[in-house]
């Protein structure tokens, strides 16, 4: 069965700090994967996704099959980063249906 | 960007009775919208999959009769939860997702419907 991993419930850093959120999957295939970040009092909302292989908001994450993760990482954190970050892998049989992780929460403290 | 509500964004009812929750993609057509259900602490759940004029598909160990999904538009969604019960409390999110001949758009997030059932 497809399963999502994030084995931190909170990740603690201060301003500057290097931040990498961990997410590890199951998935025999070739898996498509998300990360979606919800901010205090807002939705949730779609971060990067692993196909685009783009930075958003100073974040990458690489696709590593051979250790089934793509962690979430960011060089230099600002408290603005703040929030909960969801790590998605795409269901595999039609549509996007979406398996989250449990989530991170991640504190950047001044 | 695309824009989806949700309404109510809180719901209190009585235990017994069925409580409906609106979903709405405001600004795009969604064929394709999902409901999710979300337990203190704990991540999304997918409940299931709607697509417009077709009947839902629901994960397994949803119960069907209990949270019933209607798509009946290709901006409105709804999840009527019937005959509530304390155990049903929780934060309901719907996604909705556009898609253009084999373009699949991003899913969009409403914002929540937090349903106490008492």
């Known amino acids: 069965a497809q399963r999502v991993t994030q084995p931190e419930k909170l990740l603690s850093v201060f301003k500057g700090a290097p931040v990498e959120l961990k997410c590890n999957y199951s998935?025999?295939?070739?898996?498509?994967l998300f990360w979606y970040v919800q901010y205090s009092r807002q939705r949730l909302q779609l971060l990067l996704r692993?196909?685009s292989r783009e930075s958003i908001k100073g974040f990458t994450a690489d696709l590593n099959k051979g250790e089934t993760s793509f962690h979430l990482k960011k060089p230099f954190a600002q408290e603005e980063d703040s929030a909960m970050y969801y790590c998605?892998?795409?269901?595999?049989?039609?549509?996007?249906?979406?398996?989250f992780g449990a989530g991170t929460r991640l504190a950047v403290h001044p | 960007g695309a824009v989806v509500s949700q309404h109510p964004s809180r719901v209190i009812c009585k235990s017994g009775t069925s409580v409906k929750i609106e979903c709405r993609s405001l600004?795009?057509?969604?064929?394709?919208m999902f409901w999710y259900r979300q337990f203190p602490k704990k991540s999304l759940m997918l409940m299931a999959t709607?697509?417009?004029?077709?009947?839902?598909?629901?994960e397994q160990g949803v119960e069907k009769d209990k949270f019933l999904i209607n798509h009946a538009s290709l901006t409105l969604s709804t999840l009527t939860v019937t005959s509530a019960h304390p155990e049903d409390s929780s934060f309901y999110i719907c996604?909705?997702?556009?898609?253009?001949?084999?373009?699949?758009?991003?899913?969009?997030f409403g914002p929540g419907t937090r349903l106490t059932v008492t």
């Open positions: 996604s909705a997702e556009g898609t253009s001949g084999t373009i699949s758009y991003e899913q969009y």
């Open positions: 998935y025999s295939g070739s898996p498509e």
């Open positions: 692993h196909i």
């Open positions: 998605a892998l795409k269901k595999p049989g039609g549509y996007n249906k979406l398996i």
């Open positions: 600004d795009f057509q969604a064929t394709t």
């Open positions: 709607s697509n417009e004029g077709s009947k839902a598909t629901y």
